[in-house]
Protein backbone atom coordinates (compact mmCIF):
# COMPACT_ATOMS: atom_id res chain seq x y z
CA UNK A 1 0.00 0.00 0.00
CA UNK A 2 1.31 3.35 -0.95
CA UNK A 3 1.03 6.56 1.40
CA UNK A 4 2.81 9.70 2.41
CA UNK A 5 5.28 8.83 5.63
CA UNK A 6 7.38 11.80 7.42
CA UNK A 7 10.96 10.99 7.22
CA UNK A 8 13.96 12.86 8.26
CA UNK A 9 11.85 15.67 8.12
CA UNK A 10 10.60 15.17 5.15
CA UNK A 11 7.00 13.65 3.20
CA UNK A 12 8.18 10.76 0.93
CA UNK A 13 5.88 8.02 -0.83
CA UNK A 14 6.29 5.29 1.16
CA UNK A 15 4.95 1.98 -1.29
CA UNK A 16 5.18 -1.00 1.81
CA UNK A 17 3.26 -0.09 4.12
CA UNK A 18 0.50 -2.37 5.54
CA UNK A 19 -2.96 -1.37 6.46
CA UNK A 20 -4.19 -1.90 9.87
CA UNK A 21 -7.23 -4.25 9.47
CA UNK A 22 -10.40 -2.73 10.78
CA UNK A 23 -11.55 -3.19 14.17
CA UNK A 24 -15.38 -3.75 15.85
CA UNK A 25 -17.43 -0.50 14.72
CA UNK A 26 -14.76 0.40 12.12
CA UNK A 27 -14.83 -0.07 8.09
CA UNK A 28 -12.03 -0.62 5.79
CA UNK A 29 -12.27 2.43 3.19
CA UNK A 30 -10.05 2.31 -0.15
CA UNK A 31 -9.08 6.40 -0.18
CA UNK A 32 -10.00 7.96 -3.81
CA UNK A 33 -9.19 11.45 -3.02
CA UNK A 34 -8.01 12.83 0.00
CA UNK A 35 -7.24 16.63 0.59
CA UNK A 36 -4.13 18.75 1.96
CA UNK A 37 -5.33 21.28 4.68
CA UNK A 38 -2.50 23.55 6.80
CA UNK A 39 -2.85 21.19 9.11
CA UNK A 40 -1.34 18.88 7.33
CA UNK A 41 1.94 20.78 6.78
CA UNK A 42 2.09 21.71 10.80
CA UNK A 43 2.14 18.15 11.58
CA UNK A 44 4.79 17.65 9.16
CA UNK A 45 6.84 19.79 10.50
CA UNK A 46 6.06 18.70 13.83
CA UNK A 47 3.77 21.81 15.85
CA UNK A 48 1.84 19.25 17.23
CA UNK A 49 4.56 16.70 18.34
CA UNK A 50 4.11 17.80 22.42
CA UNK A 51 0.37 17.86 22.26
CA UNK A 52 -0.50 14.80 20.57
CA UNK A 53 2.94 12.56 22.13
CA UNK A 54 0.39 13.37 25.73
CA UNK A 55 -2.23 12.57 23.55
CA UNK A 56 -0.98 8.82 23.32
CA UNK A 57 -0.30 9.10 19.84
CA UNK A 58 2.57 7.16 18.90
CA UNK A 59 2.81 7.53 15.31
CA UNK A 60 3.07 10.99 14.34
CA UNK A 61 4.64 10.77 10.84
CA UNK A 62 1.46 9.99 8.67
CA UNK A 63 -0.62 12.97 7.04
CA UNK A 64 -4.21 13.69 5.78
CA UNK A 65 -7.67 14.21 7.74
CA UNK A 66 -10.29 14.63 5.31
CA UNK A 67 -11.02 12.16 1.94
CA UNK A 68 -13.74 10.18 0.26
CA UNK A 69 -14.07 6.56 -1.39
CA UNK A 70 -15.21 3.26 -1.51
CA UNK A 71 -15.89 0.77 1.22
CA UNK A 72 -14.27 -2.76 0.95
CA UNK A 73 -15.20 -4.25 4.22
CA UNK A 74 -18.82 -5.02 5.65
CA UNK A 75 -19.95 -3.30 8.64
CA UNK A 76 -23.16 -2.36 10.21
CA UNK A 77 -24.09 1.22 8.93
CA UNK A 78 -21.97 0.04 5.44
CA UNK A 79 -21.59 -2.02 3.11
CA UNK A 80 -18.43 -2.74 0.06
CA UNK A 81 -18.84 -0.75 -2.48
CA UNK A 82 -20.84 2.36 -0.60
CA UNK A 83 -19.62 5.79 -1.41
CA UNK A 84 -18.62 7.41 1.34
CA UNK A 85 -16.73 10.94 2.70
CA UNK A 86 -15.38 11.81 6.11
CA UNK A 87 -12.41 12.43 8.25
CA UNK A 88 -10.10 11.00 10.65
CA UNK A 89 -9.52 11.59 14.24
CA UNK A 90 -6.78 13.88 14.77
CA UNK A 91 -5.25 12.65 17.64
CA UNK A 92 -5.23 9.02 16.74
CA UNK A 93 -5.65 6.10 13.91
CA UNK A 94 -4.87 6.16 10.64
CA UNK A 95 -4.22 9.48 8.67
CA UNK A 96 -6.02 10.06 4.82
CA UNK A 97 -2.81 10.35 2.30
CA UNK A 98 -2.43 6.35 2.50
CA UNK A 99 -4.42 4.35 0.15
CA UNK A 100 -6.58 2.29 2.76
CA UNK A 101 -7.67 3.29 6.00
CA UNK A 102 -9.48 1.41 8.73
CA UNK A 103 -11.97 4.02 10.30
CA UNK A 104 -14.75 4.43 12.19
CA UNK A 105 -18.25 4.57 11.03
CA UNK A 106 -19.71 6.86 13.12
CA UNK A 107 -17.14 9.56 11.72
CA UNK A 108 -18.32 8.94 7.82
CA UNK A 109 -21.28 9.75 5.74
CA UNK A 110 -22.27 8.43 2.62
CA UNK A 111 -21.48 10.61 -0.93
CA UNK A 112 -24.00 11.96 -2.59
CA UNK A 113 -23.94 10.64 -6.38
CA UNK A 114 -23.64 13.72 -7.53
CA UNK A 115 -20.83 14.58 -6.01
CA UNK A 116 -17.04 13.82 -7.83
CA UNK A 117 -14.66 12.05 -5.01
CA UNK A 118 -12.66 15.05 -5.00
CA UNK A 119 -15.82 17.52 -4.26
CA UNK A 120 -16.23 14.87 -1.36
CA UNK A 121 -13.06 15.38 -0.33
CA UNK A 122 -13.22 18.88 0.31
CA UNK A 123 -16.14 18.94 2.24
CA UNK A 124 -16.05 17.69 5.76
CA UNK A 125 -13.99 19.09 7.85
CA UNK A 126 -14.47 22.64 6.84
CA UNK A 127 -18.14 22.55 6.42
CA UNK A 128 -18.34 20.44 9.98
CA UNK A 129 -16.09 22.50 11.92
CA UNK A 130 -18.17 25.44 10.54
CA UNK A 131 -21.56 23.81 11.20
CA UNK A 132 -20.62 23.25 14.75
CA UNK A 133 -18.54 26.15 14.74
CA UNK A 134 -21.56 28.45 14.25
CA UNK A 135 -24.37 26.66 15.90
CA UNK A 136 -23.20 24.84 18.65
CA UNK A 137 -19.69 26.85 19.87
CA UNK A 138 -20.64 30.55 19.47
CA UNK A 139 -24.36 30.20 19.36
CA UNK A 140 -24.47 32.37 16.39
CA UNK A 141 -27.81 34.29 16.19
CA UNK A 142 -29.97 35.65 13.24
CA UNK A 143 -28.66 39.42 12.61
CA UNK A 144 -25.46 39.51 14.81
CA UNK A 145 -22.36 40.88 12.87
CA UNK A 146 -19.62 38.19 12.28
CA UNK A 147 -15.98 38.68 10.77
CA UNK A 148 -14.15 35.69 9.16
CA UNK A 149 -10.42 36.03 8.52
CA UNK A 150 -9.52 33.97 6.21
CA UNK A 151 -12.71 33.66 4.12
CA UNK A 152 -11.29 32.33 1.13
CA UNK A 153 -9.81 28.70 2.28
CA UNK A 154 -11.05 25.39 2.76
CA UNK A 155 -13.22 26.24 5.48
CA UNK A 156 -13.59 29.84 5.15
CA UNK A 157 -15.99 29.36 1.70
CA UNK A 158 -17.71 27.23 4.07
CA UNK A 159 -18.31 29.66 6.98
CA UNK A 160 -19.12 32.52 4.95
CA UNK A 161 -21.98 30.44 3.02
CA UNK A 162 -23.10 29.00 6.53
CA UNK A 163 -22.96 32.47 8.22
CA UNK A 164 -24.92 34.26 5.60
CA UNK A 165 -27.46 32.06 4.39
CA UNK A 166 -28.38 29.45 7.07
CA UNK A 167 -27.46 31.74 10.19
CA UNK A 168 -28.78 35.29 8.32
CA UNK A 169 -25.69 36.60 9.55
CA UNK A 170 -23.99 40.37 8.96
CA UNK A 171 -21.05 38.86 7.09
CA UNK A 172 -17.40 41.05 6.97
CA UNK A 173 -15.24 38.43 5.13
CA UNK A 174 -11.42 39.11 5.33
CA UNK A 175 -9.28 37.25 2.47
CA UNK A 176 -6.13 38.06 0.13
CA UNK A 177 -6.23 40.65 -3.12
CA UNK A 178 -8.37 39.77 -5.74
CA UNK A 179 -11.48 37.85 -3.68
CA UNK A 180 -14.41 40.70 -2.94
CA UNK A 181 -16.36 39.48 -6.05
CA UNK A 182 -16.13 35.75 -5.38
CA UNK A 183 -16.96 36.16 -1.53
CA UNK A 184 -20.04 38.10 -1.80
CA UNK A 185 -21.00 35.83 -3.77
CA UNK A 186 -21.10 33.31 -1.26
CA UNK A 187 -23.12 35.78 0.75
CA UNK A 188 -20.63 37.92 2.75
CA UNK A 189 -21.75 41.39 2.76
CA UNK A 190 -18.37 43.38 3.00
CA UNK A 191 -14.80 41.99 1.72
CA UNK A 192 -11.92 43.13 3.15
CA UNK A 193 -8.48 42.84 1.56
CA UNK A 194 -5.85 42.10 4.36
CA UNK A 195 -3.19 43.31 1.85
CA UNK A 196 -4.36 46.90 1.58
CA UNK A 197 -5.74 47.65 5.05
CA UNK A 198 -5.95 46.53 8.69
CA UNK A 199 -8.93 44.55 9.27
CA UNK A 200 -9.36 45.47 13.47
CA UNK A 201 -8.56 48.87 12.63
CA UNK A 202 -11.36 50.31 11.34
CA UNK A 203 -13.46 51.12 14.36
CA UNK A 204 -16.52 47.99 13.80
CA UNK A 205 -17.32 45.87 16.37
CA UNK A 206 -18.52 42.30 16.09
CA UNK A 207 -20.66 40.17 17.81
CA UNK A 208 -18.42 36.82 16.55
CA UNK A 209 -14.83 36.80 14.85
CA UNK A 210 -13.89 33.81 13.71
CA UNK A 211 -10.33 33.61 13.11
CA UNK A 212 -9.41 30.70 10.33
CA UNK A 213 -5.78 31.77 10.10
CA UNK A 214 -4.90 30.89 14.05
CA UNK A 215 -2.71 34.12 13.43
CA UNK A 216 -4.89 36.75 15.58
CA UNK A 217 -4.20 36.61 19.70
CA UNK A 218 -7.50 37.70 21.98
CA UNK A 219 -5.70 40.61 23.50
CA UNK A 220 -5.63 41.94 19.49
CA UNK A 221 -9.48 41.46 18.89
CA UNK A 222 -11.19 42.36 22.47
CA UNK A 223 -11.64 45.76 21.05
CA UNK A 224 -13.44 45.15 18.11
CA UNK A 225 -15.84 42.91 20.01
CA UNK A 226 -19.26 43.86 21.32
CA UNK A 227 -19.85 43.65 25.31
CA UNK A 228 -21.22 40.15 24.85
CA UNK A 229 -18.69 39.20 21.26
CA UNK A 230 -17.33 36.00 20.70
CA UNK A 231 -13.95 35.26 19.67
CA UNK A 232 -13.82 31.75 17.94
CA UNK A 233 -10.04 30.86 16.96
CA UNK A 234 -9.60 27.27 15.11
CA UNK A 235 -7.06 26.49 16.94
CA UNK A 236 -7.17 28.07 20.23
CA UNK A 237 -4.02 27.07 21.96
CA UNK A 238 -1.74 29.09 19.31
CA UNK A 239 -3.81 32.04 19.64
CA UNK A 240 -3.28 32.60 23.61
CA UNK A 241 -6.76 32.17 24.80
CA UNK A 242 -7.13 31.24 28.16
CA UNK A 243 -11.29 30.76 27.85
CA UNK A 244 -12.22 33.53 30.68
CA UNK A 245 -13.68 37.02 29.86
CA UNK A 246 -12.09 39.80 28.46
CA UNK A 247 -10.44 41.98 31.24
CA UNK A 248 -12.00 45.10 29.59
CA UNK A 249 -15.46 43.88 28.51
CA UNK A 250 -17.90 41.08 28.86
CA UNK A 251 -16.06 39.54 25.07
CA UNK A 252 -14.80 36.10 25.84
CA UNK A 253 -12.88 33.60 23.29
CA UNK A 254 -15.17 30.01 23.08
CA UNK A 255 -13.40 26.70 22.43
CA UNK A 256 -13.85 25.38 19.25
CA UNK A 257 -12.31 21.83 18.49
CA UNK A 258 -13.74 19.26 16.29
CA UNK A 259 -11.19 16.31 16.42
CA UNK A 260 -13.15 13.89 14.13
CA UNK A 261 -16.07 13.53 11.49
CA UNK A 262 -19.58 13.28 12.62
CA UNK A 263 -21.59 11.08 10.52
CA UNK A 264 -24.73 12.79 11.68
CA UNK A 265 -23.35 16.19 11.07
CA UNK A 266 -21.60 15.25 7.77
CA UNK A 267 -25.38 14.14 6.67
CA UNK A 268 -26.43 17.16 7.30
CA UNK A 269 -23.37 19.21 5.23
CA UNK A 270 -24.70 16.92 2.50
CA UNK A 271 -28.19 17.91 2.65
CA UNK A 272 -27.42 21.44 2.48
CA UNK A 273 -25.26 20.54 -0.68
CA UNK A 274 -28.23 18.83 -2.26
CA UNK A 275 -30.57 21.50 -1.38
CA UNK A 276 -28.30 24.08 -2.92
CA UNK A 277 -27.79 26.18 0.18
CA UNK A 278 -24.20 25.86 0.20
CA UNK A 279 -21.24 25.07 -2.54
CA UNK A 280 -18.40 23.39 -2.88
CA UNK A 281 -14.95 24.61 -4.05
CA UNK A 282 -11.99 22.22 -5.02
CA UNK A 283 -9.28 24.89 -5.50
CA UNK A 284 -6.97 22.51 -7.41
CA UNK A 285 -6.80 18.88 -7.93
CA UNK A 286 -3.08 16.76 -8.04
CA UNK A 287 -2.22 13.24 -8.43
CA UNK A 288 -0.82 11.14 -5.67
CA UNK A 289 2.60 11.30 -6.83
CA UNK A 290 2.72 14.67 -7.50
CA UNK A 291 2.24 15.05 -3.89
CA UNK A 292 4.83 18.08 -3.25
CA UNK A 293 3.40 20.24 -5.75
CA UNK A 294 -0.19 19.44 -4.01
CA UNK A 295 1.50 20.86 -0.55
CA UNK A 296 3.03 23.89 -2.72
CA UNK A 297 -0.17 24.88 -3.65
CA UNK A 298 -1.25 24.96 -0.69
CA UNK A 299 0.82 27.11 0.66
CA UNK A 300 0.38 29.79 -1.89
CA UNK A 301 -2.01 32.79 -1.78
CA UNK A 302 -5.18 33.66 -3.36
CA UNK A 303 -6.82 30.11 -2.93
CA UNK A 304 -10.42 28.91 -3.43
CA UNK A 305 -11.36 25.92 -1.34
CA UNK A 306 -9.59 23.28 -0.54
CA UNK A 307 -6.47 21.28 -2.29
CA UNK A 308 -7.40 17.99 -3.32
CA UNK A 309 -5.06 14.52 -4.23
CA UNK A 310 -6.35 12.17 -6.53
CA UNK A 311 -5.12 8.57 -5.04
CA UNK A 312 -6.87 5.81 -6.91
CA UNK A 313 -9.54 5.26 -9.99
CA UNK A 314 -13.20 5.15 -8.60
CA UNK A 315 -13.71 1.72 -10.40
CA UNK A 316 -11.03 -0.07 -8.93
CA UNK A 317 -12.28 -3.03 -6.90
Do not use: C
Request: hydrophobic residues 45%.
Amino acid sequence: MKGLVLREGQLTMAKDLVPRPPDEGEVEVRVVSASVNPTDIELAAGVYDDMLARAGMLDRTRTGLEFSGVVTTPGKRFQPGDEVFGYVDLLEGAKSHQERIAIGEALIARKPAAWSFAEAAAVPLGAQTSLVALRDVANAQAGERILINGAAGGLGVYAVQLAARVFRLHVTAVAGPGQGAFLKGLGADEVLDYTAERPLANGERYDIIFDLTTRWQFDEVEASLTPTGRFMPSEPLKAGVDFSEGARSGARSVNLWVGQGDGDVLAEVAALVANGTLQVFVDSVYPFEAHQEAFARLKQPSKRGRVVMTLEDAGRP
